[in-house]
């Protein structure tokens, strides 16, 4: 059974800075591409960023030149590197990938303040 686990949120101010972490488990994790979602109260998930199996990565606008991805494929464990936060960076981020089917990890909270 694929699980994916979040962890590295917290609380932080404007313009700081976060890494999130997100460890695979019960697949094979270095041909997979790997997502970030994000949602807030009320709104639906929305689509942070992407990195594929061979590292290239992509990025919805709001956060492209402020987040970058990454991965270990010996560590089973992508990283997204969340620079000059603002407050609209707020949310539950969720960890992605499809193995024969769509898993989410449980999310982890993410909050920015002004």
């Known amino acids: 059974q694929v699980r994916l686990v979040e962890s590295g949120g917290g609380l932080v101010q404007t313009g700081g800075s976060l890494r999130l972490s997100c460890v695979a488990s019960?697949?094979?994790?270095?041909?997979?591409?790997m997502h970030w979602y994000r949602q807030t109260p009320g709104k639906e998930r929305e689509w942070v960023g992407s990195i594929s199996s061979n590292g290239a990565t992509n990025f919805t606008d709001s956060v492209k030149g402020r987040f970058t991805l990454s991965r270990n494929n010996a560590w089973n464990t992508m990283y997204l590197q969340m620079n000059t936060l603002k407050p609209e960076d707020t949310a539950v981020y969720f960890c992605n990938t499809f193995w024969r089917r769509v898993f989410w990890g449980r999310g982890i909270q993410v909050t920015v303040s002004s």
């Open positions: 019960g697949m094979n994790f270095k041909i997979a591409a």
